[in-house]
């Protein structure tokens, strides 16, 4: 008995002060790995409530930029949680035009860089299939995440939990960046510039509908009787632009936009908003009309030249910026 006890107490041992860490070793290292397949997620701890004061509001987004899109290769990290109050109040069409455009870039470019995060750990994951190796539960489960967001149900389900390279393949053609002058002419339209009343209550810039009571949403004013859709709503601006660019992604109303981005692509050719517009002739009822206006809002208002925008370097970043957290 002696002999059992003591093989018992060396096992205790073992387990106590070399399995057990192991097992803690290997969850804290998986959590590390979940944790860097997250990088593509927003920090919302950045973004700002906006000023109720027009002068204060304009003298901040005025370092976005100026008139002219001037200096639109570093565009300031300023993020807001939602549009200046002061934007239907203001006569200035100039002004309130520019207002808009300050707030809704930042946001537009930050978008566009979550995406090309997740793109970036994509592609690492697709080499690491072809080199012949396993992905891991946290790198599968990741990339599943990211096939319910940019795939239907019913194609969804006809993708195998062990993903091979051409699944991944499919992903990146989904999962890919919007033009921001095709973005900014879209949210200037739909929002009337800001002013409109699902924009100023419920960051609703693209108008988007929902059918599902589960999801936030604004009643129409005037809505047919019998109808039930509402239009989408938003915590924060960016979860708007987000939204807009996974409908654009998934939506089997738009396989053209994304079959002319991927032949632009393919050409080495510039992906710009008024060479996808005229794919989204069902994005409205009025069809080309609509897309026409598209296109007419972005020459116009020479949005063109944000295509090659970027954001500034974190680093970049004014000190006196003040970050806070949102109520």
Partial sequence: MKVIGRYIGIFALAVLFI?????????????????????????YLSHETPSHDEEAVSKKLAIVLDQNFHNIEEIPRIFLTRLPESLPE??????????????MLPLILRSNELIQADRKTIHKLQRKIDRGYLLRLSERNWLHTLFKRY?????????SMQLASNDISRLLYRLDTIPPSLALAQAAIESGWGTSYFSQKGNALFGQWVWDENEAGIVPRGREEGKIHRVKSFEYLLDSVRSYMINLNRNSNYPELRRRR?????????????????????????GVVYTNDVISMINYNGFNALDSASLAPTRA???????????
């Fill in 262 to 286: 991927a032949e632009l692509k393919k050409h080495n050719l510039p992906v710009t908003g008024v060479a996808l517009a005229p794919s989204l002739i069902k994005y409205s009822e009025r």
């Fill in 90 to 103: 203001i006569k200035n069409t100039a002004q309130r035009k520019k207002i808009f455009i300050s707030t």
């Fill in 151 to 159: 795939f239907s149900k019913n194609e969804y389900n006809k993708f």
């Fill in 19 to 43: 399995v057990l860490p192991v097992l803690f070793a290997r969850h804290f290292l998986e959590t590390a790995r979940i944790t860097s397949l997250e990088q593509g997620e927003p920090n």
């Fill in 317 to 327: 970043l004014a000190t006196n910026q003040t970050l806070v957290a949102i109520n």
